[in-house]
């Protein structure tokens, strides 16, 4: 199952995904989107994709998926956690929350605890922005007058890296990891003028679907091969830096997210 399955990465993995011959789940917020994602997928694999549409800005549609999910699947082999987005103005959820932390962390951390008894493994995808980030889980929703864009986003792909880091120590029955992609050129983000700057810049690779070989590697990788709350970059295991692999940090952040989605 792909989140943020209808553009991008998401897309491009799950038609890699379905041209392997994997039956594949598309999860998006836009209807259109999916349907057009689902003809993209068909015409790979040749099998028509299952679609869900669910918003990650509002906590009780991810609530509605999972129930959706767990009344159609008695096992779900691999959740990519892969929806994500940069908000560009201080946005507020209708939950109350800051609406990047909230669609790149909060959600997937909710929708991943709603199927834990349901999944096989957990890919997630992260940033090296992480190393960018300033997360403070006492404080998970900036001020308006102290939100920056590339702040709030990177400070979210650090969440990323340390709920996989803790979902593996809690959960070591459950094989967790997450990978940077690199900087691909796609539709995210690409109303930031920065960003927009970059994808126009030669470091950035061609396309997603270089982006996504390291999702659909993890997502079909020998789980024997693969280091649980490992961090990926382009097939390679790698130890991420202090703000990404403090085990006090993500036990604090998986504590204060779990009280922020009423799992405690």
């Known amino acids: 199952m792909v989140t943020g399955a209808t553009s991008g990465i998401g897309l491009a993995a799950a038609v890699r995904l379905a041209r392997l011959g994997d039956e594949v789940v598309l ?16 015409e790979a694999g040749g099998a028509a994709p299952a679609l869900f549409r669910a918003d990650f800005a509002a906590l009780d549609d991810v609530r509605r998926l999972a129930a959706e999910l767990r009344g159609g699947y008695e096992r779900i082999d691999v959740l990519a956690n892969n929806a994500g987005g940069v908000i560009l103005t201080p946005r507020t959820s209708v939950d109350g929350f800051e609406l990047t932390m909230q669609v790149n962390h909060l959600a997937p951390f909710l929708l991943t605890n709603l199927l834990r008894d349901r999944l096989g493994r ?14 403070d889980p006492d404080l998970l929703s900036l001020p308006p007058g102290r939100y920056r864009p590339a702040r709030a986003y990177a400070s979210s792909k650090q969440a990323n890296v340390l709920f996989t880091a803790e979902a593996a120590r809690r959960w070591p029955e459950l094989l967790s990891t997450a990978y940077h992609p690199g900087p691909v ?28 070989r390291t999702l659909v590697w993890l997502a079909r990788q020998d789980a024997a091969g693969l280091v649980n709350g490992g961090y990926y970059v382009r097939g390679r295991l790698r130890r991420p830096g202090a703000k990404g692999s403090d085990p006090e940090l993500a036990a604090r ?3 204060a997210s779990a009280r922020a989605v009423g799992l405690a």
């Open 185 to 212: 050129r796609s539709r995210f983000a690409h109303d930031h003028p920065l960003v927009g700057l970059g994808m126009r810049l030669a470091f950035f690779l061609p396309g997603p679907d270089i982006g996504a």
């Open 122 to 135: 957990v890919v997630g995808t992260a940033s090296a922005a992480y190393r960018l980030g300033a997360l």
């Open 253 to 255: 952040l998986w504590r």
């Open 27 to 42: 999860v998006g917020r836009d209807q259109g989107r999916l349907d057009a994602a689902a003809r993209r997928v068909r």
